[in-house]
């Protein structure tokens, strides 16, 4: 992608179900979980790279000794820098003890980290927050073993503010407004609810407090809480937690709009953001590892017992096509499909545009997720070369030479890697101020593969605010002299702001949005932006049910042509010789290359909450009041 896009998070869950020794005799190390968290971590760092963190519980020690461990990073490399903590302090027990090394009980006596129960997070910090207080896992800490609460998770709510004032009004006093503080706390409030309930049923049957515990863990209703708890959340979520004692869960949202996807054999039960990372580090079939359904978790309790359960009703299916197209790693055997459809559907407009003239045409596409779109648009491309071929010796057919056929089926399709990724610089760019800067340097470009005469068809997944291609891309492609420069996106324009996940918060930033405002101007109708900003302030104060998304009457009176062709404008400076042209995919091809992931509000506008509607019309009034707050 060439703009910078952030996603928010990644989670991977483990839970070992066989005790440490079975671990250290079959695979040679009782540190066998530590091992694959740090693998299904590290191969989820797409999803995160300004910090990570790991938590682990060791089930049934005795009271003293340590069982909650927790480290987290927001260094340049987050994830190596908290295994290199854990690595440093393993070694350093060992070596002054060595008795510790090969007795799996005094290891996880005395090593911090090794347990049974693990939870690992990757985050991009969306918000702006780096501190290491931003950084997930969260804890909740309390001398009751069931009462410490460990949370991580990918989402964003979109009525962080409801939920606060929720808190306040069980009596809670949360140090900040932030989405994760004020879940964990509502979780955590009903957990000591249903704890302190259990013991009270306890002590009329004549448990004393040290006896109860153990019937508190096992009777603790784990579903129930997280019902209680889940009540009023608005986002996209895939919630993991620990309780001390030993339960874990991940929860999905209803809408299912982030993903999580597990595994469980007889020794461990696996949840992850995504599918591959699960089959690869555990060695596991495409068919083994499950997606967790909307409004479902996955609940294993202390003694082992995994359960499926129904948390929320689960809404129309709208899983985030964004994973699709960009976040998700592109090896999931589906994902590869999907984004080589993709670019395939794209080919017969872009074939219109270059008027079939694959002869005197360069194929390429922008580093480093188009390339599999890439694959889909070439062997489309080819299809319709195959096809001029075949056109070409049946019309000649009566006085084709053997010269003349040599020379029709000599044509080739032209692909090149035309621009180059300069990857070191991108960690740099972290700020709006510095990023004009900064930004043309990231990529570099091939030359002496394109003639004067030539089109060059350039392939991106998306494009949402144009800048790293108005800066950089398609100056430098100019610089090769191409007759006509076809940028290609093989996601539909960019048009509303996202609010679970994906940092496209203001409505200004989007080239879509700009490219409707300047139509507006040009046809006399920018009355329109005034009438949608007071139908905007006139919701403020509505249920968020009862909200309409009315900055879509922004959009309305233009063809995605039009709007398309004025993009081409804004992102082309008067410098560039070139002709340029910008294609997008169309939201009908995108339900049919991803049609389980019909998730499409950045595209279409249909926020699948009710809380989207009012992010939306509130990033419209921020845009039109020219203030730069975020609009949840």
Partial sequence: MSDALKHECGIAHIRLLKPLEYYKEKYGSAFYGVNKMYLMMEKQHNRGQDGAGFASIKLNTAPGERYISRVRSNQAQPIQDIFAQINERVNEEIKTNPEYADDVALQKKHIPYLGEVFLGHVRYGTFGKNNIESVHPFLRQNNWMHRNLIVAGNFNMTNVNKLFNKLVELGQHPKERADTVTVMEKIGHFLDSEVRKLYKKLK??????????????????????????????????????????GDSFVLRDPAGIRPAYYYKDDEVVVVASERPVIQTVFNVKFEDVKELAPGHAIITKKNGKVSIVEIIKPLERKACSFERIYFSRGSDAEIYKERKKLGQLLMPEVLKSIEHDTINTVFSFIPNTAETSFYGMVEAAQDELNKQKNDAILAEKETLTDARLQQILSHRLRTEKIAIKDVKLRTFITEDSSRDDLVAHVYDVTYGVVRPEDNLVIIDDSIVRGTTLKKSIIKMMDRLNPKQIVIVSSAPQIRYPDCYGIDMARLEDLVAFRAALELHKENDSYQVIQD???????????????????VKEVYDPFTNEEISEKISELISEPSVKAKVKV???????????????????????????????????RAFINFYEGTKDRAY
Avoid at 226 to 241: H, V
Avoid at 538 to 546: A, G, M, Y
Avoid at 584 to 601: F, M, R, S
């Fill in 532 to 550: 949608v900003y007071n139908k905007c302030k006139e919701q403020v104060d509505l249920e968020d049910s009862k909200v309409k998304n009315f």
């Fill in 583 to 617: 294609i997008y995919q169309t939201v009908e091809n995108l339900h049919i290359a991803c049609p389980k992931n019909l998730g499409d509000w950045y595209f279409t506008g249909d926020y699948p909450t009710p809380g989207g509607n009012r992010v939306v019309n």
């Fill in 204 to 245: 009329k049957e004549g448990f004393n407090k040290q006896q109860a515990s153990p019937h508190i863990a096992e009777q603790l209703n784990v579903a129930k809480i997280l019902k209680k708890s889940s009540k009023d959340w608005d986002g996209g979520y895939a919630m993991a937690g620990l309780m001390g004692h």
